[in-house]
């Protein structure tokens, strides 16, 4: 049986527990603050993150995973003998993708042992497709066995989240389709999607209770007659209400299973503090 591993980049807000259990690489994005160069999720972490956020006179931007970082990754799997399935954000998010194709390809030895799948998803509705993955493998599934599981999960995918405002997307470049609920009433909650890898604008609720209200008749709708159901609730500096839409969805939907993400520094700076959601897979 060949030795194969699961590798995706720190957006995926995988809980920690499950990183360790199913042994999943995680390759950090990257961070910006100033003069400082951090490492998403192992040189700075969300409480930080928020704290410093809130005083910092400088906005930090983001980076996507190196190309070197990629090839010095996949060189240190294939050495050992690993095939690997590299499972990565939306490509129409994020340069990760491109990042890990030129970091496979500028190997002199094991380009075809590298396999690489785009999410078109990022955060838990990403997750979940690295999971199913990474539970085929443990269960003892080919590395082409894998990767048709991680394709076909990201069809049985998805993600609602309301934002606290639109700024953080806005100026990040990664608004997509909600650009149209720009410059509306500032106590107008938007709820956004991810379809298709972009972020879109689903509509505009206007206290963030009802907002979160209708992220979970939104997921019922979608996941409505399927089993079994999967969920997620992500927040960035917003745990209370996280956990609460999470058991509300876990209950109504009899999930068989329900994780608690706190998305990385990196998404939380590209959605800004205070975003709750649900992510869900369905059928898997």
């Known amino acids: 049986m060949s030795k ?20 999943i690489i ?21 409480e930080e993150f928020y704290a410093r956020l809130k005083t910092a006179k400088v906005m930090p931007t983001t980076s996507q995973v190196s190309i070197l970082t990629m090839q010095n990754i996949f060189h240190g799997l294939v050495e050992k003998g690993f ?47 690295v999971l199913a993955a990474a539970r085929a493998v443990a269960d003892g599934a080919s590395i082409s066995d894998a990767q048709a599981i991680a394709e076909k999960a990201r069809d049985h995918t998805g993600v609602y989240f309301a934002v606290e405002t639109l700024e953080f997307l806005h100026r990040n470049g990664r608004i997509g389709g909600a650009t149209r609920f720009l410059g509306t009433a500032l106590n107008m ?22 907002a979160l209200d209708r992220i979970l008749e939104l997921v ?27 058991e509300r969805a876990a209950k109504e939907l009899n999930a068989v ?26 059928g898997m």
Do not use: C
Request: aromatic residues 4%; glycine residues 10%.
């Open 26 to 46: 995680v390759t950090p994005q990257v961070l910006i603050w100033g003069e400082e160069t951090l490492k998403d999720g192992v040189d700075i972490q969300p």
């Open 220 to 246: 019922v709708e979608k996941v409505k007659g399927q089993s079994p159901i999967r969920l997620a609730g992500l927040h960035a500096n917003a745990q209370p209400e996280a956990r609460a839409l999470l």
């Open 83 to 129: 095939d690997v399935l590299g499972i990565f954000i939306s490509a129409k998010l994020s340069g990760t993708m491109q990042s890990a194709i030129q970091g496979r390809d500028a190997l002199n030895n094991g380009k075809e042992k590298i396999h690489i799948v785009d999410s078109n998803a990022t955060a838990m509705a990403m997750g979940f497709q």
């Open 257 to 282: 299973e329900s994780v608690l993400s706190e998305v990385s520094p990196v998404v939380g700076n590209h959605a800004g503090p205070g975003v709750v959601g649900l992510a869900y897979m369905v």
């Open 4 to 23: 194969i591993a699961i590798v995706t980049d720190s957006t995926a807000s995988i809980p920690k527990n499950l990183i360790t259990n199913y042994n």
């Open 189 to 210: 909650k938007p709820v956004l999607a991810l379809i298709d890898g972009r972020v879109e604008a689903v509509e505009r609720i206007r206290t963030k209770g009802k």
